[in-house]
């Protein structure tokens, strides 16, 4: 069996557009979802630092394309937040797009996208956009269902019902970035 640990990890760059970075033949992890959805909170959590990804209880602070170097051997690849965001009409298109950039045109070999999902709030509109463009393109894709934690244990069942029906039928990984639950599946699927 493969360690299944992060023994480094480091902010390398923010990116706004092409560069030689996406095309380096490194595997690429990229985290995305809905502006809040803790996607700041899932990397950390998966480094075990409390600020290697700076959290923000703002929607749409994260602006780049952000790129960690994970056990010197992958990224990890933080993508803004789509949808609700404190930002003009604008400047949120212009995430969406960014965001559609990185993984409808963009031929990178060997990446892998965690699509995260609030496990309260289930799939968004763009969530299933996002997930069938990446079905399309034939991008291997881990869900999570993350702030699992916040469901009430008499609730877990009738919730992961719901969130499989919602996904159709897609698997996922119940998570939580505050306990840790569903950490060592994560990184065992993209280490």
């Known amino acids: 069996m493969s360690d299944v640990r992060v023994t480094s990890a480091e902010f390398v760059k923010g990116i706004r557009g092409t560069n030689g970075i996406l095309f380096n033949r490194m595997a690429q992890i990229a985290f995305i979802g809905r502006s809040n959805v803790g996607k700041s909170s899932v990397i950390n959590a998966l480094v075990g630092r409390k600020?290697?990804?700076?959290?923000?209880?703002?929607?749409?602070?994260?602006?780049?394309?952000n790129f960690f170097l994970i056990n010197n051997n992958r990224y990890f690849v933080d993508l803004p937040g789509y949808g609700f965001a404190k930002l003009p009409e604008k400047k949120r298109e212009g995430l969406r797009r960014m965001i559609l950039w990185y993984l409808g045109e963009l031929e990178i070999e060997n990446r892998t996208v965690?699509?995260?999902?609030?496990?309260?709030?289930?799939?968004?509109?763009?969530d299933e956009e996002v997930l069938l463009l990446l079905e399309r393109r034939g991008i291997t894709t881990i869900i999570i269902a993350n702030k699992f934690d916040k469901i009430k244990k008499s609730k877990e069942r009738e919730r992961?019902?719901?969130?499989?029906?919602?996904?159709?039928?897609?698997?996922?990984?119940?998570?939580?970035?505050?306990?840790?639950?569903?950490?060592?599946?994560?990184?065992?699927?993209?280490?």
């Not at 950490?183 to 699927?189: D, G, I, M, R, T």
Request: charged share 25%; net charge negative.
């Open 51 to 65: 600020r290697l990804v700076k959290e923000s209880s703002q929607p749409g602070k994260t602006t780049e394309i």
């Open 114 to 126: 965690v699509l995260i999902i609030d496990a309260y709030v289930g799939p968004s509109e763009f």
């Open 160 to 191: 992961k019902q719901a969130l499989s029906e919602a996904l159709s039928g897609r698997s996922y990984i119940p998570f939580s970035a505050r306990t840790g639950e569903g950490k060592e599946e994560l990184l065992s699927l993209i280490l």
